[in-house]
């Protein structure tokens, strides 16, 4: 997936899990400048669509690429959880005029991410706890934001 192009989100509707294709990036009021990472849970343009269920969204994804190095020399890592063919960030959604947008979470990054990427890392939901995240209370799905457990993940 790549900003501002189309990738996969589940979400639920009418109780029923859903597949679509939504956008990557929620475009921000008054600029419209596209957020693909939301960190700052308290905010209130992202507590809206984090109080409501229905603006939840698991993102599958295989793997994620975290990059080091200077603009010119840059090198990607990936990070996968080998265990798993398919892991999803906790993501959230909203119509806009040009179609249906996601984002996705971040936290403090875990040991294995923090040596790249210091800043942050995505929110990789438990399988055990994709149902939480798609209807739990807003206190309940945020404390669910912290980081994924660094001996179940690989970075190649």
Same mark, same amino acid.
């Given at each position: 997936? !790549?900003?501002?192009?189309?990738?996969?989100?589940?979400?639920?509707?009418?109780g029923?899990?859903?597949?679509?294709?939504?956008?990557?990036?929620?475009?921000?009021?008054?600029?419209?400048?596209?957020? #693909?990472?939301?960190?700052?849970?308290?905010?209130?343009?992202?507590?809206?669509?984090?109080?409501?269920?229905?603006?939840?969204?698991?993102?599958?994804?295989? $793997?994620?690429?975290?990059?080091?190095?200077?603009?010119g020399?840059?090198?990607?890592?990936?990070?996968?959880?080998?265990?798993?063919?398919?892991?999803? !960030?906790?993501?959230?959604?909203?119509?806009?005029?040009?179609?249906?947008?996601?984002? !996705?979470?971040?936290?403090?990054?875990?040991?294995?991410?923090?040596?790249?990427?210091?800043?942050?890392?995505?929110?990789?939901?438990?399988?055990?706890?994709? $149902?939480?995240?798609?209807?739990?209370?807003?206190?309940?799905?945020?404390?669910?934001? #912290?980081?994924?457990?660094?001996?179940?993940?690989?970075?190649?």
């Open positions: 997936m !790549f900003p501002k192009r189309s990738g996969w989100v589940l979400r639920k509707e009418e029923v899990r859903r597949l679509d294709m939504m956008r990557w990036g929620i475009p921000l009021p008054p600029t419209g400048k596209p957020v #693909t990472n939301v960190r700052n849970l308290a905010s209130p343009f992202w507590r809206s669509m984090l109080k409501s269920p229905a603006r939840r969204c698991l993102v599958p994804v295989t $793997d994620f690429c975290e990059w080091s190095g200077e603009k020399a840059k090198q990607e890592h990936w990070f996968s959880l080998p265990s798993k063919p398919i892991l999803s !960030f906790a993501g959230i959604w909203r119509p806009t005029p040009e179609g249906n947008a996601y984002a !996705f979470l971040t936290c403090e990054p875990n040991p294995l991410v923090a040596p790249i990427h210091a800043k942050a890392m995505p929110v990789i939901l438990h399988d055990e706890d994709y $149902d939480r995240w798609l209807d739990g209370e807003v206190d309940e799905v945020c404390s669910l934001a #912290t980081p994924f457990p660094s001996q179940l993940m690989a970075v190649g």
